[in-house]
């Protein structure tokens, strides 16, 4: 576990902990729902979604007040503002809480899936000259 998921987990599980049982009373949305819808909205498999990070985003929303309207979500009723707010949680690493915004993770963020001709800054590719070469079978 990379210090940065640690810090993710540990803000989620002290979020979980400020807010007691008002999470579940709150709504009857559990992280299993959140990490299922999740995956519906990603178009990827549950399993291929980190738990840690689902937590941090789904305690997110849930301090923000969106329990019901998760619970409605998985339940089927279009919610499409907070459908993208799901979507760019998991590519942006990023969760909007009520005093701003939470890094949930930055270097295993999904956007840099997607712009697979580049890493996330900071984070070192290789060797010193290691961009001179192309990478392995291109050529």
């Known amino acids: ?3 940065r998921q640690l810090l993710a987990w540990t803000g989620g599980t002290a979020l979980a902990l400020v807010l007691g049982g008002r999470a579940s009373a709150a709504t ?3 992280l299993d729902d959140f990490m299922a819808l999740s995956a519906r909205l990603l178009d990827t ?4 979604l980190s738990p840690g990070f689902g937590e941090g985003y789904f ?3 849930i301090s923000r007040g969106f329990g019901d309207a998760l619970a409605g979500l998985r339940d089927g009723s279009p919610a499409s ?4 707010s799901i979507l760019g949680n998991w590519y942006t690493g990023v969760a909007e809480i009520a005093s701003g915004e939470e890094v949930v993770t930055y270097p295993e963020a999904m956007m840099w899936n997607a712009l697979d001709f580049t890493k996330p800054m900071g984070w070192c590719g290789g060797e010193t000259g290691y961009w001179a070469d192309a990478p392995e079978g291109e050529a």
């Open 45 to 48: 498999p549950a399993s291929s």
């Open 59 to 61: 305690n997110a929303l």
């Open 1 to 3: 576990m990379s210090r």
């Open 81 to 84: 503002d907070l459908e993208s």
């Open 28 to 30: 009857s949305a559990s």
